[in-house]
C-alpha cells in the first residue's frame, strides 16, 4: 500500500472486527484488578498470590506483542488475529472454569499473549485495508474504541460481578470476542508483507522473558526472601545476564524484534521511557486503588462501588484528552511531558501523607492530579515515539514503545505490590490497627510512585527537540488511547498482496 494514492477506507467488517476486539481486550485488561478480591475470597486464594494474574499478563504480552506484528506480516495477519481470538476465547473459559490459583494466573498469561496479538495485527489489519486519510480516520476509530473500552473495564467487571459473579466478566468477554471469528473470516481479506524477511525473531522474544520474569519474581518476593538473599540475588543475576544475551542476539538477528539503531534516536528513547513510567505509575495506581477501596478494613467497598470510585482518574483523563495535544504544541512535547510528569509527582506525594482518617473524598483530588498529570505526559510521547522516525521505521517504533507500556506496568505492579504489602506487614506486626496498617503500606507505595513521576520530569533533556506538526483527530485519538496502546499519527505504509 501507498500513501501517495488515492485514500482507500477500509471495509465497515473489517473496522468492526478491529475496534470491537479492542474494546473487549482493552476493557478486560483495565477490570481485572477491581476483580482480584473476589476472586480471592471465592478461591480462597491470597492477594498477593493473584496479583501474579496482573503482571503474567503484562510479562507475556511485552514478549509477544512484536513478535505476533512479524507473525502476521509473514504468515497472514488475518490468519494471527483470528489465532489471538480463539486463544482469547479460550483463555476466558480457562479463567472462568478455575478453580485455583493456577487456572487463573495461567490463564491471564494465555490472555496476555492473545491480548497483545489481537491488538498488533488488529492496527495492521487497518492499516493494510485504508490509506491517507480514511486510514488515519479508520485508526482513530480503533484508537477512541481502546479509551472507551480501558475507561469503561472497571465499571462493567464492577457491575458484572455483583449481578453474575467474578466469572461474568470473562464469559462476556468471550462471546463477543467469539462473534469477532466469524465476522472476521466473512469480511477481512488476507494479507501479507512480501518485502519482510521470513525469520521470526524467536530467541529475542524468549530472551525478554528471560529477562523480565526473574525480575518482576524478584520485585514480588523480595519482601518475604530479603533483597540480599540467595533467591533475590540468582534472580537478579538471571535478569541481567538475560538482558545482555536479549542484546547481543538483537544485534544479530536477519529480523530483530527490537532494531538497537533505533534507539540512537534520543526523542524516540525518551518518549519510550515516558510511556515505561506513565503505564508503570497508572497500572500500580489502579492496583492499589482496587485493593485499598475494598478491603474490609477501610471502606469495604463493593467491586462496582469501587469501580465507580476509580473512574475520577479515567474521567479527567478522558475530558482533558482534547487539551493534551494543543497544549503540547503551544509549550513544546517535551516541556508538556515533563509538566505531565511533574503534576503527577505532586498527586502521589499527596498520597504519602494518607491515613486511616482518610475519607475517601481525601483521595480524588490526588488521584485527578495523577491521572491528569500522566494523560498529559503520555498524549506527547505517544505521538513523538511514531512521528519522531522515519515512515518506514514507523512499525519498529510504535513495537517498542507498546512493550515499554507492558514492561513499565509489570514491573510497577510487582514494585508497588511488594512496598504496600512489606509495609502492611510490619506495621502489623508493630500492632497497628489493619486500618492503619493499610494506610501506611499505601503511603508506603504512594512513595514509590512519586518517585517514578519525578524520575519522568528528566525526560525533558531527551526530548526537547522534538517538534510536532498540525495537530488533526488522530492526535486526539493517540492521546486517549495512549495508555493502552500506541497509535501512528500519520499515514503508514503496510506492504500486503
Sequence with gaps: ??????????????????????????????????????????????VDTLQWAVTGYMLVGAAVIVTSGALGDVFGRRRIFLGGLVLFVASCALIALADGAAGVIGGRMIQGAAGSTILACGMSLLSVASSGAAQMKAITLWGAASAIGAAAGPL??????????????????????????PLTLMTVKESRDPNRPRSIDWLGTVLVA????PLVLALSESGDWGWLSVPTISCLVVAAAGGYAFVVAERRAAAPLVDLQLLRNRVLVGSTIAILLVAGVLNALMYLFSLYFQDPSTFGMSPLDAGVAT????AAMIAVTPLITPFAMRIGPARAVALGFALAAAGAAAMIFVTSSWSYAAFVLPMIAIAVGLG??????????????????????????????????????AA?????????????ADGASPADALAAGMAGASVLLAVLSAAGVALIVLMKRHHEGKPSAVHLAAAAAGTSHTIPTRPTEAASR
Aim: aromatic share 4%; proline share 4%; glycine share 10%.
Design 1 to 46: 500500500m501507498s500513501t501517495t494514492g488515492t485514500d482507500r477506507a477500509a471495509g465497515l467488517g473489517v473496522l468492526l472486527a478491529a475496534c470491537v476486539s479492542a474494546l473487549v481486550v482493552n476493557a478486560n485488561t483495565s477490570a481485572v484488578t477491581i476483580l482480584l478480591p473476589a476472586i480471592s475470597d471465592d478461591l480462597s486464594v491470597p
Design 156 to 181: 462493567i467487571g464492577g457491575a458484572l460481578v455483583d449481578a453474575t459473579g467474578w466469572q461474568g466478566l470473562f464469559w462476556l468477554d468471550a462471546v463477543i470476542a467469539a462473534v469477532c471469528i
Design 210 to 213: 528471560v529477562f523480565l520474569v
Design 311 to 314: 473512574l475520577p482518574a479515567a
Design 376 to 413: 498529559f505526559a503520555n498524549g506527547p510521547a505517544s505521538s513523538a515515539s511514531t512521528s519522531a522516525v522515519p515512515a518506514d521505521q514507523v512499525g519498529q517504533a510504535s513495537g517498542i514503545s507498546n512493550m515499554a507500556r507492558y514492561v513499565g506496568g509489570s514491573l510497577a505492579v
Design 416 to 428: 508497588a505490590a511488594t512496598v504496600s504489602t512489606g509495609v502492611t506487614a510490619g506495621q502489623t
